[in-house]
């Protein structure tokens, strides 16, 4: 979050009972680097901070370190009669003054304004009305569509618009070039055909400009003037008023030609009707074009909204009925054909089948799904019917949660936008400057009114800061948008340039490294026994237990007769024993099998051979003998060596953090070849961990489980298991959806796709600028060129970004 600038700042405190937690709240933000001072009311629940350059977020933290909490609130609408760099930071400027707020975000490329503010004030109201002031139109945020959709978002403020952006570009653009044809082909053509040239000369020829030039500017170009003069005259130009004062400028000297000749030498009588006419007609082609590839760059929410069918197979006092699937309701019993798209999200009852989950998880290959497992809306049912049970609906589904991120990601801003917002302020205003050094230069040159003119007139045209605002936040959406057809969500924007920056990834064993699910992996008898005796015994016998070895021997043992136990009982730290089948079974340690007089060196070789390759070694006793000695291991996923093998390959140093015992982590780090092991390590100690493995760069921590969200939070990027615990995917940065480590290396090679992209974009859009500007100065540049080549920086930067859709892990 921004830095802002106050001198006061008020927030609100919850969780005070007493003084003396008000008192405890003074003392955490009064520590808070930047405060000179701090009360608490304990009556109003707020807190008043005094100092300079507060950070809300810093004081938020500050609070909830104290155990309190301060809640924040985010407000969002789309911002009508934005079209370049300038409008989103005046934007932002307008909103970020209303009292109340905290900060205040806004996407060109979405149209989207995102504030955060104190859940009491200010009213949305307020906002609104500060958008009016600042000539904006705030316009309604329709849930189901990206950014402007079914408005016009350079509408102005002139109502409500009739149609979508790109229509209404369209056909302005379209009138426009109809009308400007004709003086371009005659104009141009006059200039090779000098008969054509000396046909068209001549005050009737200037009339018929005239009047096509007219029906140009104040029809289809309308626009520019019903924007850019209010914003001019409030004392903030964007490029609206560059291209209304430089048309009109063109415009009115070649009105004065015609209607009066006698105010202007002969040799300066050239008309610029011609110019005029088509400046506009290619900045609204630019622009026509741009809001297309915008469309497209949005791609990724439309495919997932897409997702969801529009009605059900539900059952419904006995009978199958037919229904909208916005009306389901959890609980509700549905019937799934082969080949159709789950309506919502839903749990199997009855049948069999392979669903396609690849739009959700990013994994091409249908995974089975029966009775007891989850099933996502929007995926496809391969060629079983299916029986489900609704268990999430509307907003609370995965889709639903999954277009939330990405338009949340979406719409954030990168640090490296910085640098583009600071040069855009104050870019136009320059700009202006600018126009009018070179106007009074060609004049005081001697060059006359007509040189000096196409050089100021140039130089308002070609000096469009729309690529440098949009550099940034279309290739953010674009490479979001791909993240998440590749089932890698970045739940903040922001993530993608901090995860490129990381040197080091650091990551959970079990669940993330290992499948999270511990497997029987030998079964070694004593001399007398036989294994396909033992298994049914020792499964029956750890039936009634909860210890990660009996899901084990349940899961080794399915499909086999598994006899009835009796008198179960469970030996904390020992093991455990119960009767099978009139035989007493016991199982455990090896200091349980001591304490019943029972030597196990008889397995000391097996076992130290287990132990070595991570596994845990566990005896078992039947009727007071030594019968077996067992392993179990959680294993290694299969992808796990290959995404390992993709990140040494970018250059990342590799870590692995684990509570379980150095032996066991070791043994499995091996293998991987792993640079650095952190074993034993307990929960609150995976912090420190992280720490420790930062170095002198930044570090990635990857994991899934409830005790890795600290790490997550500590870490410069925190890269949750989709598959694991709610817990964690709240606390991290980038949820990787299929919970397959392969994911990791997608995030960072995507990261990086992106990165390189925008520096490419805004490296594109400033050379343009420093180069074409004094071209223009020097009156080498016809303004029709101008205005062709702003559109096509514009078109060129958007169309850079749209090749992430391609990127492929």
């Known amino acids: 979050m921004s830095t802002i600038e106050a001198t006061r700042l008020s927030l609100p405190v919850e969780g005070m009972s007493c003084a003396s937690c008000a ?62 760099a300038s409008c989103a930071g005046r934007v932002e400027r307008a909103l970020a003054a209303v009292p109340g707020v905290e900060s205040a975000a806004v996407n060109l490329a979405t149209h989207r304004a995102t504030v955060r503010h104190a859940p009491d004030a200010p009213g949305r109201a307020a906002l609104e009305e500060a958008l009016r002031k600042a000539g904006y139109a705030p316009l309604p945020l329709d849930g189901t569509q990206e950014g402007p959709g079914a408005a016009d978002p350079h509408a102005g403020h002139s109502g409500p618009p009739a149609g979508g952006e790109e229509a209404g570009l369209r056909r302005d653009t379209l009138v426009a070039v109809a009308l400007a044809a004709p003086l371009f082909v005659l104009e141009m053509g006059g200039h090779m ?137 959890a609980g509700d019993v549905m019937r799934l054909r082969p080949g159709e798209r789950v309506p919502t999200d839903a749990l199997v009852i009855e049948g069999e089948s392979h669903v396609d989950e690849s739009m959700v998880t990013g994994e091409s290959v249908p995974v089975r799904r029966g009775p007891g497992d989850a099933v996502v809306g929007g995926t496809v049912n391969g060629q079983g019917a299916l029986r489900l049970r609704a268990t999430a609906v509307g907003s609370a589904t995965v889709l639903a949660r999954i277009t939330r991120l990405v338009e949340e990601a979406q719409g954030g801003k990168l640090p490296i936008q910085a640098l583009a917002d600071r040069v855009t302020r104050w870019f136009v205003p320059a700009v202006m400057v600018v126009a009018a050094a070179a106007f009074a230069g060609w004049m005081l ?56 920056d990381v040197s080091a990834v650091a990551m959970d064993k079990t669940g993330t490294l290992t499948e999270g699910r511990p497997v029987l992996t030998d079964l070694i008898p004593a001399p007398g026994f036989e294994r396909d005796t033992l298994l049914p015994l020792i499964a029956a016998a750890e039936a009634g237990s909860e210890h990660p070895l009996a899901e084990a021997l349940r899961a080794a043992a399915k499909g086999l007769a598994v006899p009835r136990a009796e008198g179960f009982q469970a030996l904390p730290g020992m093991g455990l024993r119960a009767m099978v089948e009139g035989r007493r079974v016991e199982v455990g ?101 992280v720490r420790r493995l930062r170095g002198e760069g930044r570090i990635a921590f990857v994991g899934d489980g409830v005790n890795d969200a600290p790490a997550l939070a500590a870490a410069d990027v925190g890269i949750a298991i989709g598959t694991g615990t709610d817990v964690a995917i709240e606390s991290a940065d980038v949820v990787l959806m299929s919970g397959d480590p392969r994911g990791i290396a997608t995030a960072v090679g995507l990261s990086r796709a992106t990165m390189r992209n925008i520096r490419q974009n805004l490296f594109w859009a400033f050379a343009y600028n420093v180069v074409l500007i004094p071209v223009a100065v020097a009156g080498m540049l016809s303004p029709v060129l101008a205005a062709a080549a702003m559109g096509l920086s514009s078109v060129f930067v958007v169309g850079n970004a749209l090749r992430l859709r391609g990127y492929t892990p």
């Open 193 to 329: 055909v000098p008969a054509l040239h000396h046909a068209v000369a001549g005050p009737a020829w200037n009339w018929a400009q005239l009047l096509l030039a007219t029906a140009v500017l104040f029809g289809p170009g309308w626009r520019f003037h019903r924007a850019g003069w209010p914003a001019l005259f409030r004392g903030g130009p964007e490029m609206n008023s560059l291209v209304a004062l430089g048309t009109l400028a063109a415009w009115g000297y070649s009105v004065v030609v015609t209607l009066a000749p006698g105010l202007v030498p002969e040799a300066q009588r050239h008309v610029y009707f011609e110019a005029s006419a088509v400046i506009v007609a290619l900045v609204l082609l630019g622009r026509w074009l741009e809001a297309r590839s915008r469309g497209r760059a949005s791609h990724a929410i439309r495919r997932l909204l897409d997702l969801r069918p529009a009605t059900a197979r539900v059952e419904r006092a006995g009978e199958e009925v037919e229904v909208p699937a916005d009306s389901l309701r």
């Open 589 to 689: 340690a090896d200091r349980f099998m001591a304490s019943l007089g029972l030597d196990v060196a008889a397995f000391a070789a097996d076992s130290a051979r287990l132990a070595a390759q991570g596994r845990s070694p566990v005896y078992a006793a039947v009727d007071g003998r030594l019968a077996a000695v067992l392993a179990m291991a959680d294993p290694v996923r299969a992808t796990t060596a290959p995404a390992l093998a993709a990140l040494r390959g970018m250059g990342l140093r590799l870590a692995m953090v684990t509570g379980d015992n150095r032996r066991t982590a070791e043994a499995i780090a091996g293998p991987l070849e792993l640079d650095a092991v952190e074993a034993e390590v307990r929960p609150e100690g995976k912090v420190d961990a």
């Open 23 to 84: 008192g405890r709240v003074e003392r955490a933000l009064a520590a808070v680097p930047g405060v000179s001072a701090a009360a608490v009311n304990l009556a109003t629940h707020q807190a008043l901070v005094e100092g300079e350059a507060l950070d809300p977020e810093a004081l938020r933290a500050a609070v909830r370190r104290a155990g309190y909490d301060s809640p924040v609130s985010t407000t969002e609408f789309v911002v009508g009669g934005m079209t370049c």
């Open 445 to 500: 040159a001697g060059a006359g009114l007509a040189q000096a003119l196409v050089a100021a007139v140039a130089v308002l045209i070609i000096a469009c800061p729309c690529a440098m605002g949009l550099a940034t936040p279309v290739a953010v959406m674009v490479g979001t948008g791909r993240g998440a057809e590749l089932g890698v969500l970045f739940r903040r924007g922001a993530a993608l340039q901090a995860l490129r």
